[in-house]
């Protein structure tokens, strides 16, 4: 008998663990664990510095000269603008109780995906050169030269963090380790050293308006293809405006809710709804995206694609703005619009032409999130639902980061989804709400190239979806993110086979009974309606 | 007493010297976030990994019945398959238990009595069964990331071929 | 390594106060050092707090951590996801009194968990909440040093401590509980390989300070003999701006070890870490209100910035608009 081999030499060939200490250990950039670079037209579109083809595989990234100068100086210059950021640089304790709710950590068991180290990765250049005991102590006291490996491996892990903020939720002194990548990607990015996903949405968004880039027309045609299918569940053809000027409501959605599905049933749900509502509101082709990648590049950026939102509301002279199911985009708007490109003194405060509820809460900002209006249609009876219609599905709820821990919607969708299905299941406590986990492609890192990535990332929130498809026979998982919809699906391809993705309105326009429609016999995605399977078997 | 009854008598210490072994092919300060296994939600690497393995050498000892090993088998590659490992080193776990079987019970030379080199020899035999069927498991992981991509990279075409289609339309 | 390195360096603090005392270098280590010690933490500290403060927030970016404030009938979580300032300060006050967000780690599962698993953080929360406490109670038994007649609450903070009325003198609870606190942080830190894989020299050096302290003290109350009384000259002394430098040899060898070791934590204090203790009172993720929506929060450097304005898009796009239907503000 051939001898065998020793599987526990097996299993460490070319996997030494770090014995070296973390600043001493090298970054490896691994296939599968990265996005493109940006391309040289997207950032010059949007009139970003050090714009060039690059590979992050290459050993020569073809930095500017000054690279160091560069980043030094944007380090020194956000210290001063960012209490945040001059503030976690300086009071981690490094207790380590961010350390293993990162779902990155989790599913990668990379130490330096580990939040605090993540963050130690920029803290150690702080103390290098920005602190008295760094510049006297050095290594001793934590600090380190900022050198072109330093540099390679912030791009690496800043771009493996998708600012999900769950590590925030358990720090001790609330050390937020969004804030500190977002700032190291504004970093990186004057270095020319974006990445391919998020500059080109970024710049279709700030040319055509949206992140698909789709053109005016083609967002019409686009609508025309699902008010087709609608007819022809519904027998009833709806039509919807755009650009109309003194329409009382201006409707923001993602984009991505036009193009793709499952984010299209999401968008039929929003149409049919609103039609039956009577709601007198306008699409805009202008202002068509809802979500905001320029959160992901800069500052400076997000405000100029964001501004199209206030200044289309001011266009056509609504009243109100009212927001599609989307994550990160509820972040930037209910922490950032009003601040960038407030106030808007030009609208009115959000009221429900339906129920007649003012929406104090949003008297501000002027924009509330379909979740809300939804809900108080609900509570006040307005709609005619039929939850039977859904079943088919057994439904479990993800929350979405930044609706979660950057806004606080937990109630609202929760509420609709009750309403409108039957069977509804929760998924483990320490996995939802202000613990949820991370669909992991967030913040622009839902590609195709980095699919491992993604799959590692998202283990933690598929591992629970896991549980309750085993245990509850859960079937389908709902939230309200564009970037969860897309990204989810493959996510459950992967990990748990026979779950789908949907969003709330979908749910919501399944069940919606519609003055003068005819009987359905199949939801929204033309899969047969059990009531009506039921029929046939009887006839 | 027979080979699998021995087993069975030390099998809580063989599948903690199985996990530990497992869990030590990841680096030093994982490994023991991952021997943290009960937190099923929290750790869901180490809680797979520890479930996955006690429900392998159930199978092993009570008869291989090949669908049921196939799901714990698949509960561990599919989580092996996208970390940083080789191909033989994601599958190498399997193999680790051979080893680990002997020193358990070479301890008290069970090895030496009548019989037990043929019902050792099953015992390995099974293993590499199992090894077998996890050829098959991990390639299907792989190829489903690759077909996640393509996916991805299709639709995406389609949208382009939709909106040239949409062109032709409002030109009509 | 780390570690070690620390450690000896605490132990030639020790040695350092040591042979000043033997060397009859008293003066500086009874008078000079602590009042240079004291003032640097001070200005430290101020200058800490006043940079902190020199930075604005552009943002509010309080982190949710329950249910917002929005229509009425839905419950509002007014402590996780404040909207005002009781809220706030409500929020502020479980996270500085209790570690709110380090208990978080607390939470049992419900299916099949195992509260083993969270055992480790339980600890950590447990240490820390007793470590800090702790230290505040016996920071404030020291003040019968500063006082010429010992405050009321400071002898009621000293009979609470002492309730169990073991030993004499009678041993101080808090004692116990703060060198077992600081001995159990500093093992955590040691021996769970991911804590030990992030710690720094900074985070072991504090620890065995602030032991040096814990234990030197403990050994002055319950070991040795302390001249007492002289020493409250000393301190009186020194809060009157008038230094008594004739106690100063009849106060034995540990006390100035232990003051020299305070005298260093001062020092240190200003620069390091450690002042996450003033930095906890100015996170924005969480001393602000969650109440962005309805009121603007202003950003003092917001500037304008180059958008691309619906004229230029329809400018791009006219023919494209007009030939689908869309309304357009030239023709």
Redesign the interface.
């Given at each position: 008998m051939a001898k065998l081999p020793k599987p526990e030499e097996l299993a460490k060939v070319d996997y030494t663990p770090p014995k070296t200490s973390w600043m001493d250990t090298p970054v490896v950039i691994k296939e599968g664990m990265f996005c493109h670079g940006a391309k040289t037209k997207s950032l010059q579109t949007l009139g970003f510095p050090n714009a060039r083809d690059w590979r992050p595989m290459d050993a020569d990234w073809k930095l500017p000269e000054n690279w160091k100068e560069i980043l030094l100086n944007g380090i020194a210059d956000r210290l001063k603008k960012y209490r945040s950021f001059q503030l976690f640089m300086d009071i981690c304790v490094r207790c380590g109780a961010c350390a293993d709710k990162c779902h990155f950590f989790i599913g990668t068991g990379d130490p330096k995906n580990m939040p605090v180290l993540r963050a130690e990765l920029i803290r150690s250049v702080y103390r290098k050169e920005f602190t008295l005991a760094g510049k006297i102590f050095g290594k001793m006291a934590g600090a380190r030269e900022l050198t072109l490996d330093v540099l390679k491996e912030w791009w690496y892990y800043f771009f493996q963090c998708t600012e999900c903020r769950r590590c925030s939720v358990f720090c001790p002194y609330g050390i937020d380790q969004a804030e500190i990548t977002i700032i190291g990607r504004e970093l990186l990015n004057e270095l020319g050293l974006n990445i391919d996903w998020i500059a080109g949405p970024a710049s279709a968004c700030y040319m055509k308006g949206n992140h698909l880039g789709l053109e005016p027309h083609t967002i019409v045609g686009n609508l025309e293809y699902m008010l087709d299918d609608i007819e022809t569940i519904t027998g009833k053809r709806i039509k919807p405006t755009f650009n109309r000027k003194g329409a009382e409501i201006l409707f923001v959605t993602p984009s991505g809710d036009l193009f793709a599905d499952p984010g299209t049933y999401t968008a039929m749900g929003y149409l049919m709804l609103f039609e039956e509502l009577g709601l007198d509101y306008t699409w805009s082709t202008y202002a068509s995206e809802g979500g905001n990648f320029g959160f992901f590049t800069t500052n400076e950026l997000a405000k100029r694609l964001n501004s199209k939102i206030y200044n289309e509301a001011k266009r056509l002279g609504v009243k109100w703005i009212l927001g599609g199911e989307c994550g990160h985009m509820w972040r930037v708007l209910s922490q950032y619009m009003d601040t960038w490109n407030g106030p808007a003194d030009f609208l009115e405060v959000p009221k429900s032409p339906i129920t007649g509820t003012v929406f104090d809460h949003a008297k501000s900002m002027k924009m509330i999130h379909v979740a809300e209006f939804t809900a108080d249609l609900i509570k006040n009876n307005k709609l005619k639902l039929d939850p039977k219609r859904n079943d088919h599905l057994t439904v479990t709820w993800h929350d979405s980061c930044n609706t979660a821990r950057g806004m606080g919607l937990l109630e609202e969708p929760r509420y609709v989804l009750k309403s409108v299905v039957n069977n509804f299941h929760e998924m483990p406590e320490d996995t939802i709400r202000e613990k949820t986990f991370c669909c992991g492609s967030g913040s622009g890192l839902n590609a195709s190239e980095d699919m491992d990535l993604r799959m590692k990332g998202g283990f933690p929130r598929a591992n629970a979806v896991k549980f309750v498809h085993e245990h509850h026979g859960v079937n389908m998982l709902a939230n309200v993110c564009a970037i969860d919809r897309a990204s989810l699906k493959p996510l459950m391809d992967y990990w748990v086979p026979g779950v789908g993705v949907c969003g709330l309105h979908e749910l919501v326009a399944n069940a919606l009974v519609m003055t003068g429609e005819k009987e359905r016999t199949t939801d929204l995605r033309g899969e047969p309606l059990p009531s009506a399977q039921a029929k046939e078997e009887k006839a | 007493m027979d080979l699998k009854n021995q087993l069975m008598a030390r099998k809580s210490a063989i599948l903690k010297k199985w996990f530990d072994a497992v869990a030590e092919t990841y680096p030093d300060n994982t490994s023991s976030f991952l021997k943290k296994q009960k937190a099923q939600f929290t750790n869901p690497v180490g809680y797979t990994l520890s479930e996955g393995l006690e429900g392998l050498f159930d199978a092993l000892l009570k008869g291989m019945i090949p669908d049921t090993v196939k799901v714990f088998l698949d509960s561990i590659i599919r989580i092996r398959a996208i970390q940083d490992f080789t191909p033989s080193e994601s599958l190498s776990f399997i193999f680790l238990l051979k080893k680990i079987a002997r020193q358990e019970l070479g301890n008290e030379e069970v090895l030496q009595q009548p019989g037990m080199n043929d019902e050792l020899t099953a015992f390995d035999s099974s293993i590499d069964e199992l090894a077998l069927y996890s050829f098959d498991i991990y390639m299907n992981c792989r190829e489903k990331i690759y077909e996640l991509k393509a996916n991805e990279a299709r639709n995406m075409t389609f949208r382009l071929l939709q909106q040239a289609k949409l062109i032709v339309d409002n030109q009509d | 390594m780390r570690a070690l390195?620390s450690l000896v360096a605490v132990l030639l603090l020790v040695a350092v106060a040591y042979g000043m005392a033997e060397a009859n270098m008293r003066f500086l280590l009874g008078v000079v050092i602590p009042y240079a010690a004291v003032a640097v933490f001070i200005f430290g500290m101020i200058a800490?707090v006043l940079?902190?403060?020199?930075?604005?927030?552009?943002?509010?970016?309080p982190?949710?951590?329950?249910?917002?404030?929005?229509?009425p009938?839905?419950?509002q979580?007014k402590l996780?996801?404040p909207s005002g300032t009781m809220g706030v300060l409500g929020r502020m006050a479980l996270?500085v009194f209790f570690?709110r967000?380090?208990f978080?780690?607390l939470?049992m599962?419900?299916?099949?968990?195992?509260q083993?698993?969270?055992g480790?953080?339980k600890w950590?929360w447990l240490a820390?909440l007793a470590f800090h406490w702790t230290f505040l109670v016996i920071l404030l038994r020291h003040l019968r040093f500063f006082t010429l007649a010992v405050p009321v609450p400071v002898q009621m903070l000293e009979g609470l401590d002492s309730f169990l009325q073991i030993g004499a003198p009678i041993l101080y609870i808090t004692d116990v509980i703060f060198l077992a606190a600081v001995t159990g942080l500093f093992i955590r830190r040691v021996m769970?390989?991911?804590?030990?894989?992030?710690?720094?020299?900074?985070?072991y050096f504090p620890l065995f300070l602030i032991l040096g302290i814990g234990v030197t003290g403990v050994m002055m109350r319950y070991l040795t003999k302390t001249d007492i009384l002289s020493v409250k000259i000393l301190t009186m002394s020194l809060v009157r701006f008038s230094p008594d430098a004739s106690v100063l040899g009849q106060i034995g060898v540990l006390f100035y070890i232990h003051l020299f070791l305070i005298s260093v934590l001062f020092l240190y204090f200003p620069?390091?870490?450690l002042?996450?203790m003033a930095?906890?009172f100015?996170?924005?993720?969480?001393n602000l209100a969650?109440n962005?929506?309805?009121?603007?929060?202003?950003?003092p450097?917001?500037y304008p910035?180059?958008?691309?304005?619906?004229e230029e898009?329809?400018n791009?796009?006219r023919a494209?608009?007009k030939?689908?239907?869309?309304?357009v503000e030239k023709e």
């Open positions: - | - | 390195i800490r940079k902190w403060g020199s930075s604005p927030v552009p943002f509010r970016i982190t949710t951590c329950g249910q917002q404030k929005s229509l009938w839905i419950k979580s996780e996801s996270e570690f967000s380090l978080r780690n939470k599962q419900r299916y099949e968990g195992n083993l698993a969270y480790e953080a950590l820390g769970l390989p991911q804590v030990r894989y992030i710690s720094l020299m900074a985070d620069f390091s870490k002042v996450h930095g906890v100015m996170s924005p993720t969480r969650a962005n929506r309805w009121k603007r929060h202003i950003n450097w917001n910035v180059h958008v691309h304005t619906y898009y329809e791009d796009f494209k608009m030939e689908a239907g869309l309304p």
